[in-house]
């Protein structure tokens, strides 16, 4: 086959190489230059080339010359000049369209091992990271790709498969965000973990949770067995055989009903309590003196081998929303068919993900933490664990290529928050936006909060120490934490030291 791919950006540059690696004859073409591309896809770009993958950038007249197929990157609008052109040549038999699905189904051939994947909204990186370790700890060789490899998941898959990381281990745990289902929908999955569905994402589609979750919906396409956490009943509940798991958090529900605006229909209601959740779920999760328990029951369950039913219980050291995401990884391992044993050692193991509620340090008697939440039910999960305590939250821009309403998460972040700093940096998308600032602290309605509008994160750190006083908590929200992790825990720590000195 020789193909040529449209579009260079992210959905394009994975298509393109997958397809190179299996011996096909492969162009990529993008109206931009090659310069014009962030450094890392730059990268990525001559890296391809060096495999064989023909660039044709910085042209809006792409050339079909010698090619038989062809694929169009979603990108693309589809009123575009070249549409017209692309479906001309299908119609008169000259292209042959390759879709998602046939990405998929040669993903599918080159992932010879059993394979977990894991989507949801948020949780999707601390439940693989939690899998992996339950997984290694039972003596597999594991094939781990989550966010902390790479900031676009399809990518950092194709990348493994062509470094031919299949063929070296036991099982895979993928992370699969929505972006990256659209390619691999048909890759078949032993346990597919859908950790929830919540708000996020909307401006994808058409402002439709309905179309969101449907696409969320995908991962049970080619999955032996899903397990799902109990918010996701309400968007799932015609799926037959789903495992339900849920973790008891009175606390959690209570918050969440009481914020308009969030996706909690259910939970508000006197029947879905997290009581009578618990007892429609099949794993029920609980925290009690360090202790992380589960109590299961599988029966009737298919493709479930294993114990059938049980409990488990070890002690655990990451807390928040740490708790509900182990339970949804031993779900998965149960599922699986490891025993109770090799489960506990491994939760026993987990020590949290880099960027995940983690714990800096003490900075001249504040408490320091790194979180990457940016939706409602992250920041109720994070922002409580500090009963009692003065909360300095640096907030960063919430917006990454998706805009979120910063006006109802600045009103969640103020119910927990004694000093609100607000940074305009969009570390995700390089750019300073300040008009994020007031739209973020237009939701905060105490007076009594302290409010600071910054341009950059470091500012943001070195400020946190003024506004600060020795036990008190200083804890960075925001996405830059999951898609810029280095940079943005860099930033923050250098205001942070740069505070410790200059308002000793």
């Known amino acids: ?109 080159l992932i010879d091992i059993d394979t977990i994947g894991i989507t949801g909204t948020v949780g999707k ?20 790709c989550s966010s902390r490899m790479g900031n676009l998941l399809s990518e950092t898959i194709i990348d493994g498969i062509v470094r031919g990381l299949p063929k ?42 309905e179309k969101y979750a449907a696409r969320k919906r995908m991962i049970s396409c080619s999955s ?43 939970v508000s209601k006197k029947s879905e309590t997290p009581e009578y959740e618990n007892s429609k779920c099949h794993i029920s999760g609980y925290f009690e003196n360090g202790m992380l328990g589960l109590k299961y029951n ?13 409990e488990l219980k070890t002690p655990f050291k990451p807390l928040g929303y740490y708790l509900e995401n182990s339970i949804g990884a031993a779900t998965a391992a149960l599922c699986y068919g490891l025993d109770e044993k090799s489960i506990e050692k491994g939760l026993s193991k987990f020590n949290g993900v880099p960027g995940r509620l983690e714990y800096v340090g003490d900075y001249k008697g504040r408490d320091v933490y790194l979180d990457p939440s940016h939706v409602i039910e992250g920041f109720i999960k994070a922002l409580s664990l500090f009963p009692g305590r003065n909360l300095i939250v640096l907030v960063e821009n919430f917006d990454t290529a998706n ?47 302290l409010k600071i509008g910054v341009d950059y994160l470091k500012t943001a750190g070195e400020l946190s120490i003024k506004y600060s006083k020795p036990g008190d908590v200083i804890i960075h929200v925001g996405p830059g934490a999951i898609t810029s992790y280095d940079s943005t825990k860099f930033k923050m720590m250098s ?10």
Not at 192 to 198: D, E, G, M, P, Q
């Open 224 to 266: 032996d067995l899903l397990v799902a956490g109990a918010p996701c009943r309400k968007y799932i509940g015609d799926l037959k055989d789903t495992v339900f798991y849920c973790f008891n958090e009175p606390e959690f529900a209570s918050e969440l009903s009481n914020i308009e605006g969030s996706d909690s229909e259910d």
């Open 125 to 144: 990186t601390s439940t693989s990271h939690a899998i992996y370790e339950i997984f290694k700890n039972a003596g597999y060789k594991v094939w781990l």
């Open 403 to 449: 805009s979120r309403d910063k006006e109802k998460l600045g009103e969640v972040v103020a119910r927990y928050a004694n000093v609100m700093i607000c940074s305009a940096y969009n570390e995700t998308m390089d750019r300073l936006e300040r008009h994020v600032i007031p739209e973020t602290f237009k939701g905060v309605k105490d007076p009594n909060i």
């Open 298 to 310: 599988l029966e009737g369950v298919p493709h479930v081998s294993g114990n059938k039913s049980g």
């Open 495 to 504: 205001g942070i030291e740069e505070g410790c000195k200059k308002y000793e």
């Open 1 to 109: 086959m020789n193909c040529i791919v449209i579009g260079a950006g992210n959905a394009g540059r994975p298509v393109a190489r997958i397809l190179n690696h299996i011996g096909n004859k492969v162009r990529i073409t993008d109206s931009k230059n090659l310069e014009k591309f962030p450094e890392k896809v730059q990268e990525t770009l001559l890296k391809m080339e060096e495999e064989g993958v023909e660039l044709q950038l910085g042209s809006n007249t792409p050339d079909f010359s010698g090619v038989d197929s062809v694929y169009v990157s979603p990108a693309i609008p589809k009123k575009a000049p070249i549409m017209e052109e692309i479906a001309s040549k299908i119609e008169n038999k000259e292209l042959k369209l390759v879709s998602n699905e046939d990405v998929s189904s040669i993903i599918n051939d």
């Open 168 to 209: 070296e281990n036991d099982i895979a745990v993928l992370e699969i965000p929505h972006g990256t289902l659209g390619i691999m929908f048909k890759v078949h999955l032993k346990v597919a973990v859908l950790t929830n569905i919540y708000i996020d994402h909307l401006d994808e589609f058409d402002n439709s949770m």
